[in-house]
């Protein structure tokens, strides 16, 4: 633990507070320069819009996925012909590598050539070309749409299985009562699967705030910034700019927030097992 995971933190967190550049691995010098890193990566524009895309994304992502996810967990938890073929087929999308996904998105939503284009215009839905991933403004909409389509056989997975810890008679009783499918989801389904809820949100935020493959594939960041993440700016100061202070400093940012989240997770976890017993 400390060879993997202490010493990278300890060395990030040191990095924001150097001059650490392609020099210093010639030299071995890294002038501390106090917060002057910190100080220039807020200052910054680009890291405001960076923040605010990770926010949306962030929040559009868990919206959609858990939503979907939700709705295609409660159809299988009816018994019907053929539902585990179905769900298995589902987590297809969560078994393909990122990358690779958003190299077929990529593809798929070419303004040009897109077999998502053709589609609209074939149903006679558009008559121009949906510039998906090279307009500023459509361009974050998509990478969140694909990031849904890429997430929401976890969440179906999660839920589907905290319903079936959920006694069928508790269901039936509430149907006896009078409530109807809508009031006995929310009276009665939705508060017994709060532990696993605040789990699924828990960790899908902390997966979804540090993506960087995904958004690379699909726009690189672009265009004009439209997709910046949080991520993507960090390997742009790291990598681009070789400046890695400063990429050191959006990082630790990244790491402040996904351990809020982990706080979170480890005592909705504690209070899952608590009233479990």
């Known amino acids: 633990m400390l060879a993997f995971f202490g010493y990278p933190l300890i060395r990030n967190v040191?990095?924001?507070?150097?001059?650490?550049?392609?020099?210093?691995?010639?030299?071995?010098?890294?002038?501390?320069?106090?917060?002057d890193n910190w100080r220039a990566v807020f200052a910054d524009e680009l890291f405001g819009a960076s923040l605010w895309h990770t926010l949306l994304f962030t929040l559009g992502s868990l919206a959609g996925q858990f939503t979907i996810g939700m709705a295609l967990a409660l159809f299988f938890s009816r018994r019907?012909?053929?539902?585990?073929?179905?769900?298995s087929l589902l987590l297809l999308p969560?078994?393909?590598?990122?990358?690779?996904?958003?190299?077929?998105w990529r593809r798929v939503l070419d303004e040009e050539t897109g077999v998502a284009n053709e589609i609209l215009r074939g149903l006679q839905l558009t008559s121009a070309n949906i510039p998906w991933l090279s307009s500023p403004d459509a361009a974050?909409?998509?990478?969140?749409?694909?990031?849904?389509?890429?997430?929401?056989?976890?969440?179906?997975?999660?839920?589907?299985?905290?319903?079936?810890?959920?006694?069928?008679?508790?269901?039936?009783?509430?149907?006896?009562?009078?409530?109807?499918p809508v009031r006995a989801f929310f009276g009665v389904v939705l508060p017994m699967l709060r532990p696993v809820v605040t789990v699924v949100l828990v960790l899908g935020?902390?997966?979804?705030?540090?993506?960087?493959?995904?958004?690379?594939?699909?726009?690189?960041?672009?265009?004009?910034?439209?997709?910046?993440?949080?991520?993507?700016?960090t390997y742009q100061l790291?990598?681009?700019?070789?400046?890695?202070?400063?990429?050191?400093?959006?990082?630790?940012?990244?790491?402040?927030v996904s351990m809020v989240f982990a706080v979170i997770y480890l005592r909705a976890n504690?209070?899952?097992?608590?009233?479990?017993r």
């Open 270 to 276: 504690r209070d899952g097992f608590t009233e479990g």
């Open 14 to 35: 040191t990095m924001s507070f150097q001059d650490y550049s392609v020099a210093t691995y010639f030299t071995g010098e890294a002038p501390f320069t106090g917060l």
């Open 205 to 233: 935020f902390m997966s979804t705030v540090k993506i960087l493959d995904l958004i690379l594939a699909l726009t690189n960041g672009g265009p004009a910034h439209a997709t910046e993440t949080l991520g993507t700016h």
């Open 94 to 104: 969560w078994l393909i590598p990122m990358v690779v996904a958003g190299t077929v």
């Open 140 to 180: 974050l909409i998509s990478v969140i749409l694909v990031n849904i389509w890429i997430g929401i056989p976890f969440n179906m997975v999660i839920l589907y299985g905290g319903l079936q810890e959920i006694p069928a008679d508790v269901r039936e009783a509430a149907v006896i009562d009078g409530a109807g």
């Open 80 to 87: 019907f012909p053929l539902s585990g073929v179905l769900r």
């Open 238 to 256: 790291s990598f681009l700019q070789l400046d890695f202070g400063q990429g050191a400093v959006v990082g630790n940012v990244l790491i402040l």
